[in-house]
């Protein structure tokens, strides 16, 4: 993203959501753009799209973050987008996403996923990225030891397309041992149960210390930037992702549900 920006010129406002990683945030203050967050909405926890449109005349570009990899396709707010601000370029962040091996269905001037990590599926580091036609992609020289770097790999399509069947394969068994042993009134969708497995809980601090304490793990997610954002500010309250991914086995996601079943009598 940083090398996006900075080899196109961007310049001006970017518009992103309240709920975002605080390395995204970080990486485009980096790039010295100044950043307008706006609330998600409480129905699709994605973008509040209203909100968006209220500001884009005055963006250089947005931010559409597809939470907890939910895989719904925005080109038709996209396309609102362009009608409001014809120059505003859109960035498709699909972090969260399982990764697309060919050309992504987006209108988006640029898509983007991450193979980092505890993400979606690991393929070493960094990420895979579309950028449309007519934009350019370089990799701009930062300092030795400063907060970015470059590193380019080859993807080994093969290789990855088996090692994704594999995770796929792993998070569905630890998603149905959360689905079948948690309560189905605190469990969110099944299209956001892709990256991990979310319940909204009444005392998630208590939650996750209880699982914690067991010597297990789970996560509350990222604390919204803006204080003015509720939408996002409640869900933050009261998330819990689950962990469904190669570092959890399957008897301690039954661990987890006995602990969380315990703390919601």
Same mark, same amino acid.
């Given at each position: 993203m940083f090398n996006f920006i900075k080899s196109n010129n961007l310049v001006g406002m970017i518009i992103l959501p309240a709920n975002i990683c605080p390395d995204v945030v970080d990486t485009l203050r980096y790039a010295r753009n100044p950043l307008h967050f706006v609330d998600i909405?409480?129905?699709? =926890? *994605? =973008?509040?799209?209203?909100?968006?449109?209220?500001?884009?005349?005055?963006?250089?570009?947005? =931010?559409?973050?597809?939470?907890? &990899?939910?895989?719904d396709n925005f080109n038709e707010q996209f396309a609102a987008l362009r009608a409001v601000n014809p120059n505003i370029v859109i960035?498709?962040?699909?972090?969260? *996403?399982?990764p697309e091996l060919g050309e992504p269905n987006s209108i988006a001037d640029m898509v983007i996923y991450s193979t980092g990590e505890k993400k979606q599926v690991e393929? +070493?580091? &960094? &990420?895979? +990225?579309y950028v449309s036609e007519g934009w350019n992609y370089e990799e701009i020289n930062v300092p030795e030891n400063d907060v970015l770097t470059n590193e380019t790999w080859a993807l080994d399509e093969k290789s990855q397309l088996a090692k994704m069947d594999a995770v796929i394969k792993h998070k569905e068994k630890l998603n149905a041992i959360y689905r079948k042993n948690l309560p189905a009134t605190i469990q969110l969708p099944a299209p956001y149960q892709h990256w991990?497995?979310?319940?909204?809980?009444?005392?998630?601090?208590?939650? =996750?210390?209880?699982?914690?304490?067991? +010597?297990l793990f789970a996560s509350g997610h990222y604390k919204p930037q803006a204080e003015d954002c509720t939408v996002a500010t409640n869900l933050y309250n009261h998330i819990i992702n689950l962990f469904n991914d190669f570092y959890f086995k399957e008897e301690q996601a039954l661990?987890? *549900?006995?602990?969380?079943?315990?703390?919601?009598?």
């Open positions: 909405d409480a129905h699709t =926890l *994605c =973008l509040d799209w209203q909100q968006v449109q209220s500001v884009a005349k005055d963006a250089a570009a947005v =931010l559409a973050v597809h939470t907890y &990899g939910i895989e960035i498709d962040d699909r972090c969260l *996403c399982m393929f +070493g580091a &960094g &990420g895979i +990225g991990r497995f979310n319940i909204i809980v009444p005392d998630k601090e208590e939650i =996750l210390k209880a699982i914690f304490d067991a +010597g661990k987890t *549900c006995e602990i969380i079943n315990e703390k919601i009598k």
